[in-house]
C-alpha cells in the first residue's frame, strides 16, 4: 500500500508537479514512459514519488516514446489504469500508436506538454505536437494553468474509463510557460481525489483468464470502415455528456467550474479572440483593460479540442461582430486549426449573424505575445467591424521579425 | 511454481487441447503453426500473447474471427515486445495491489514476432524489453524474409538467397548480406536463457521453451520456420526441409545460458552438405549455376567454421 502524502490547501505547484500529482492520487496502475523536454519532470516526480514509496503501481521506464505508448497499450489491454507523458518530439514518435491505443478503445492518460516540433529543432512551447494529434481518435482537453492540468489531469481518469467512453485522453498545458511556472494550487486530499476518481473497471482485459479476449484485430473492407464509424459516432455522441457529468461532479466537489468552451467578458462582446493555452490569461488581461476603455472586448477559450464542441463554440459567438483565431502551429498549407473549426462551426449561423473571422499566427516556437499583441489583434478586429468586412489579409503573423509574410 | 507438462510421444503432444485453433489462414504448410502450437501445447499454464504484423498476425485474428483461445493482443509491427511487457508490468502491479481477477493463475507472457519484426523494425523495442528484465519469453518465428508482404529480404535473410528486393538475375546471384546473428545479440543482452530451436525437432523445441518458461527473466527463442512460399519447396515437405537445414547445421540448435554457458543441443548422426539444403529450395536455385557455385562454397566453409565455433564456445563454458 502505498503511503498517502500530507498536501497543504493551496502548493506551490508548477504545471509538471501538478500533472505528476495527478497521476499519483489516481493510483495509476502502469505508467510506461520516456523522458522529453519540457515533459521530463511530469515523469521525474512520479519517480521521486515512487523513490518514497508514494507509489505502488509499476513505474517501466522504456527506450523511446513509441515503446512507452506501446507498453500503455499493452498495460491497458491487460485491465487497468494506465498513464503517461510526453511532448513534441516524442509525441511525434508516438503518432502511430496513438491510431492504436484510440482505435482498441484504451482509455491511457496522456499528459502532452506542448512544444515545437523541429526542424528548425526547438524545446520552447508551441502547439504544434497537439495539433498533430487532433485526428488521432483521443480526447484533447486543453489547460491554461497548472491549477487546469492538475484538475484535469483527475478528471480525464473518470471520462475516458467510463464504459460507455472507453477512449483514451490528452491533457494539453503549454512547454514552460504553465509546465515550469510554479503558481498556487488548490490541493484535494489522496482519499478525496482518488475517490472521485473511483476504481478501475476493466473491460476485456487480457488478464481475466476466463475470458480470454483478442486485441488489436485485422480488418479490411468488410469491416474497418464500421469499427471507425463507431469509434468516432461515439467519441462525437458519448465524450461530451460524460465529461459535462464529470465537471459537474468537480464542481461539486471543489467549487471550480469547467465548460467544453471557456468564455471571459464575451457574453455582451463585439470583438473576441479565440485561442488555446496560456494565451488564454493573457488575452483576458487584455480584453478588461479594453472593457476600461469602453471596447466590448471578450475571450472565447476552447477547453476540448476534441471532439470539438461544434454548438458550443456556435452559443459562444452569438451576437460577436468579429473574431481572431489564434492558432500556435504553422498550419503549412492552409489556414489555422481554429480558423478553420471555428468558421466550419459558425457556417451554420444566418448570414447576418455570422461573425467577421480573422487568422493570426503566433507565438511559433516559444515566441512571446504579450497584452500589447493582443490589444493590436483587437484593434484590429474593431476596425473590421466598423468595415463591415475584414480589412487585414485574412492569415497574419504576430510578432515575427523580416518582411511581412501576412497573405490571402 | 507452475507445473511442468509431461508430453510422451508426437501422438499425445498432437492430440493435447488447442488454445491455436487449427482454423487459420496461414499457408498449408506453413511451419509458424507448427511452432506456434508446440510452444502454447508445451504449458497448462494461463497465457498473454502478443504478436507482430506479420504472417502469424493476419492470418490468425481477422474480425470477427479469432484462432486464439488465450489472452492476445497484436498493435504494430515493431512492438510486440512491449505490448506483452506492458501488460506483465500490469500483472505484477495488479498482483502488489490485490486486485486480480483470478489471483491464483500463474500466467506467462509471450510475444511472437517474425524476423522481419524481430532483427529489423522491432530490434531497439526487443532490447529495450531485455534490459529492462521483464519475465516473459519472445518467440522469433525466422523465416529469412518478410514473407506476409511477398518475400522481401530482412536482416534475417540468407546471402545468395533470391528475394523481391534483391532479385537474382543475369548479374546478381541475389542477397548480398550475411544474416545478422541474432541469437548471439540477444545473449550478449545477458538474458537468462536464448536458444535456436527448430520444429522438426520437436522433443529438443519443447524441453527448450519449458526451460524458457520457467525460467525468470527475459527468454529468446529463435525458431527456424521454413517458408513453403518464399523458400519454394512443396508444401507436404516442411518438415523435410527442416530437417535437412537442422542436419546441414545451417540452423545448428543450442542453447546459452546467462550470456555465457553455451549448450549444443542436437548433433545430427550424419551431417549432410549445405548444398543438398539449398537443392531443396527454389530460392537458392540460381546458386546452382557455374558463374555463382562459389557462393555454396563460401556457404559450406562459413557453416562449418560456426560449427566449430560453436563447439569451442561449449567446451570453454565461458
Not at chain 2, 562459389?294 to 566449430?308: G, H, L, M, N, P
Request: negative net charge.
Amino acid at each position: 500500500m502505498a503511503d498517502t502524502m500530507e498536501l497543504k490547501d493551496v502548493e506551490v505547484w508548477d504545471g509538471n508537479l501538478a500533472s505528476a500529482h495527478s497521476l499519483r492520487q489516481a493510483q495509476v496502475d502502469v505508467v510506461a514512459a520516456y523522458p522529453i523536454t519540457p515533459s521530463t519532470p511530469i515523469v521525474e516526480n512520479y519517480a521521486r514519488f515512487l523513490a518514497n514509496g508514494y507509489i505502488d503501481g509499476e513505474y517501466v521506464m522504456v527506450e523511446s516514446e513509441h515503446a512507452a505508448m506501446s507498453g500503455c497499450i499493452g498495460a491497458s489491454a491487460a485491465g487497468g489504469r494506465v498513464a503517461t507523458a510526453t511532448s513534441s518530439q516524442g509525441y511525434a514518435l508516438m503518432v502511430e500508436t496513438l491510431y492504436q491505443a484510440s482505435g482498441m478503445r484504451l482509455p491511457i492518460v496522456l499528459h502532452v506538454v506542448n512544444r515545437a516540433l523541429g526542424a528548425p529543432l526547438n524545446v520552447n512551447g508551441d502547439h504544434s505536437d497537439m495539433y498533430l494529434g487532433r485526428d488521432s481518435g483521443w480526447i484533447q482537453l486543453d489547460t491554461f494553468s497548472p491549477q487546469e492540468a492538475y484538475d484535469l489531469g483527475l478528471c480525464a481518469f473518470k471520462i475516458g474509463e467510463d464504459h460507455d467512453v472507453r477512449l483514451p485522453v490528452m491533457v494539453h498545458q503549454d512547454g514552460f510557460l504553465s509546465s515550469h511556472t510554479a503558481q498556487g494550487v488548490k490541493t484535494i486530499a489522496d482519499d478525496v481525489a482518488y475517490d472521485f476518481v473511483g476504481e478501475f473497471k476493466p473491460m476485456n482485459a487480457m488478464l481475466d483468464f476466463e475470458h480470454p479476449a483478442t486485441h488489436g484485430v485485422q480488418t479490411e473492407e468488410d469491416w474497418h470502415f464500421e469499427h471507425k464509424a463507431r469509434q468516432q459516432y461515439d467519441l462525437m455522441t458519448k465524450v461530451y455528456p460524460k465529461t459535462k457529468e464529470v465537471f459537474a461532479e468537480f464542481k461539486e466537489l471543489t467549487g471550480r467550474e469547467y465548460k467544453m468552451v471557456e468564455t471571459y467578458d464575451a457574453d455582451d462582446a463585439d470583438v473576441v479572440i479565440t485561442a488555446l493555452g496560456t494565451t488564454v490569461e493573457t488575452a483576458r488581461v487584455a480584453a478588461k483593460q479594453l472593457r476600461e476603455e469602453g471596447i466590448k472586448a471578450g475571450v472565447v477559450a476552447i477547453r476540448m479540442i476534441r471532439p470539438f464542441p461544434m454548438e458550443d463554440v456556435r452559443e459562444a459567438f452569438k451576437g460577436v461582430k468579429a473574431i481572431a483565431t489564434l492558432d500556435r502551429s504553422s498550419p503549412h498549407g492552409t489556414v489555422g486549426m481554429l480558423y478553420n473549426e471555428v468558421a466550419g462551426a459558425m457556417y451554420q449561423m444566418k448570414d447576418n449573424e455570422r461573425p467577421l473571422v480573422s487568422n493570426y499566427i503566433y507565438g511559433l516556437g516559444g515566441r512571446d505575445i504579450t497584452v500589447k499583441h493582443l490589444k493590436d489583434i483587437f484593434s484590429e478586429l474593431i476596425a473590421n467591424v466598423e468595415a463591415g468586412s475584414v480589412t487585414t489579409p485574412l492569415q497574419q503573423y504576430v510578432n515575427v521579425r523580416g518582411p511581412k509574410l501576412s497573405f490571402l | 511454481m507452475s507445473e511442468i507438462k509431461k508430453i510422451k510421444n508426437l501422438k499425445e503432444f498432437s492430440t493435447s487441447a488447442d488454445r491455436f485453433e487449427g482454423a487459420n489462414l496461414l499457408c498449408p504448410g506453413c511451419a509458424h503453426s507448427i511452432i506456434v502450437r508446440e510452444v502454447l501445447n508445451a504449458t497448462n499454464d494461463d497465457l498473454v500473447l502478443s504478436a507482430a504484423t506479420g504472417c502469424l498476425e493476419v492470418c490468425t485474428a481477422v474480425y470477427p474471427y479469432t484462432s486464439w483461445d488465450a489472452s492476445w493482443i497484436h498493435i504494430g509491427f515493431e512492438n510486440s515486445a512491449t505490448a506483452v511487457t506492458g501488460a506483465e508490468a500490469m500483472y505484477k502491479a495488479l498482483k502488489r495491489k490485490g486486485r486480480l481477477l483470478q489471483p491464483d493463475r500463474n500466467p506467462k507472457f509471450v510475444a511472437f514476432g517474425g524476423d522481419g519484426a524481430t532483427y529489423d523494425i522491432g530490434f531497439q523495442w526487443l532490447s529495450g524489453a531485455f534490459e529492462r528484465g521483464h519475465d516473459f519469453m519472445y518467440v522469433a518465428l525466422d523465416n529469412e524474409v518478410y514473407a506476409n508482404t511477398g518475400g522481401q529480404s530482412s536482416g534475417s535473410t540468407p546471402i545468395g538467397a533470391s528475394t523481391t528486393t534483391a532479385p537474382a538475375g543475369r548479374v546478381s546471384y541475389g542477397e548480398k548480406r550475411l544474416k545478422k546473428d541474432l541469437v548471439g545479440i540477444m545473449a550478449a543482452h545477458g538474458a537468462p536463457y536464448v536458444a535456436q530451436v527448430a520444429p522438426n525437432k520437436w522433443k529438443d523445441m519443447t524441453k527448450k521453451i519449458q526451460t524458457g518458461l520457467k525460467t525468470e527473466g527475459p527468454v529468446f527463442i529463435n525458431a527456424m520456420s521454413a517458408c513453403t512460399t518464399e523458400w519454394k519447396f512443396d508444401p507436404a515437405d516442411t518438415i523435410a526441409v527442416s530437417d535437412l537445414a537442422t542436419d546441414s547445421l545451417v540452423f545448428p540448435l543450442y542453447e546459452i545460458i546467462n550470456g555465457r554457458e553455451l549448450n549444443i543441443t542436437y548433433r545430427p548422426k550424419n551431417i549432410i552438405s549445405v548444398r543438398d539444403y539449398m537443392g531443396a529450395q527454389g530460392r537458392f536455385k540460381h546458386l546452382f549455376k557455374p558463374e555463382n557455385e562459389y557462393i555454396i562454397d563460401e556457404w559450406q566453409k562459413r557453416v562449418d567454421a560456426e560449427w566449430e565455433r560453436l563447439q569451442r564456445r561449449e567446451e570453454a563454458r565461458v
